[in-house]
């Protein structure tokens, strides 16, 4: 069965610290998607990042970076230099494909990141 | 290029009645999926809606049920409303197509009394 584990509940830091978020994921599925969402406070989920389990290259966006590992099954995030913006709380998600396309996300409880000025 | 939008924002509803909720797709979208939050948790998948038809349903009982039109905008329809109930329901949408991702709207707070 689908299963995302993200064991920080909150994390608090101050501005221009460096925070990693972690996701943990089981599937027993070889091709598979993984995501990151952003929900700030309005409640709307905002799209950050989406990977597929075939491409386990880093990426970087801006201030922000993914680190996927297919070893230790681990999605994690890290924001660079965070911002008082970057408040939110944020969720990793996990999808398999089924046939005929488009397949339901399966959410971690997600982590709740407060950056104080 | 207008996103996902739901309506109403806000609802509050009594023990007992039956309340609809409705969403239109990003545009170009064809797939429209619905997920309940409930406070502190993530969401969780109610049922995903394609070419007018439920595709795949979550571990949600019967008193949830949806519908697509045409245009590719959907409804979620509750009856029985439970204090449980009460939860931000998100509408998402998609292309039909593996892996796709899934565009999310502003939701929808529920608030049963």
């Known amino acids: 069965a689908q299963k995302v584990t993200q064991a920080q509940t909150e994390i608090s830091v101050v501005e221009k610290e460096d925070v990693t978020l972690d996701c943990v994921y089981e599937?027993?599925?070889?091709?598979?998607?993984l995501f990151w969402y952003k929900q700030p406070p309005s409640g709307e989920l905002v799209f950050l990042i989406r990977?597929?389990?075939?491409?386990?290259q880093n990426e970087i966006s801006g201030r922000y970076s993914w680190n996927f590992q297919k070893s230790t099954s681990s999605f994690n995030f890290t924001i660079t230099a965070s911002q008082v913006v970057d408040s939110a709380v944020y969720f990793c998600?996990?999808?398999?494909?089924?046939?005929?396309?488009?397949?339901?996300?399966?959410f971690g409880k997600g982590t709740k990141l407060t950056v104080n000025p | 290029d207008a996103g996902v939008t739901q309506s109403p924002t806000h609802l509050i509803k009594t023990r007992g009645q039956q309340v609809t909720l409705r969403c239109s797709p990003k545009?170009?979208?064809?797939?429209v999926s619905w997920y309940q939050q409930a406070l502190g948790q993530g969401p969780q998948f109610i049922f995903q809606?394609?070419?007018?038809?439920?595709?795949q349903r979550g571990n949600f009982p019967d008193r949830f049920s949806g519908h697509q039109f045409p245009n590719y905008s959907s409804e979620l329809n509750v009856n029985a409303l439970l204090l449980g109930d009460s939860a931000l329901y998100l509408c998402?949408?998609?292309?039909?197509?593996?892996?796709?991702?899934?565009?999310f709207g502003p939701g929808t707070r529920l608030l049963v009394l």
């Open positions: 998402a949408s998609s292309l039909v197509k593996a892996g796709e991702t899934q565009y």
């Open positions: 599937t027993r599925d070889t091709t598979y998607y």
């Open positions: 990977r597929n389990s075939f491409d386990e």
């Open positions: 998600a996990l999808s398999e494909p089924r046939m005929g396309g488009s397949e339901k996300l399966v």
């Open positions: 545009s170009g979208h064809d797939t």
């Open positions: 809606y394609y070419e007018e038809e439920e595709r």
